[in-house]
């Protein structure tokens, strides 16, 4: 995690916490279309916005959570993830 960009392990914490969160698409179910998480049921993943500075929209970070407490982080819109925490 102390790798991470300070905005992301404030979404961590906001996800811990379970919000408030910024954005109303935070907490929505990652569907894994692009199929490089470990595959599980659909609505087992939620995605939530790392805000990314100087970025006029969500940007193109986020963490991936798992129901399992698995957390997954993309800084490239869910081209590639990197596990953060089991």
């Not at 790798?3 to 992301?8: D, Y």
């Not at 659909?42 to 970070?61: F, L, M, N, Q």
């Amino acid at each position: 995690v102390s790798h991470l960009p300070p905005e992301a392990r404030v979404t961590l914490q906001l996800i811990e916490e379970r919000g408030p969160f910024p954005y109303s698409r935070d907490g929505a179910v990652f569907h894994n279309y692009e199929g490089l998480l470990p595959n599980k049921a659909d609505g087992y993943y939620r995605e939530y916005t790392v805000e990314t500075p100087g970025s006029s929209d969500r940007g193109a970070r986020r963490i991936v959570a798992g129901r399992g407490d698995e957390r997954y982080y993309t800084d490239d819109h869910y081209n590639s993830f990197r596990l953060v925490m089991e």
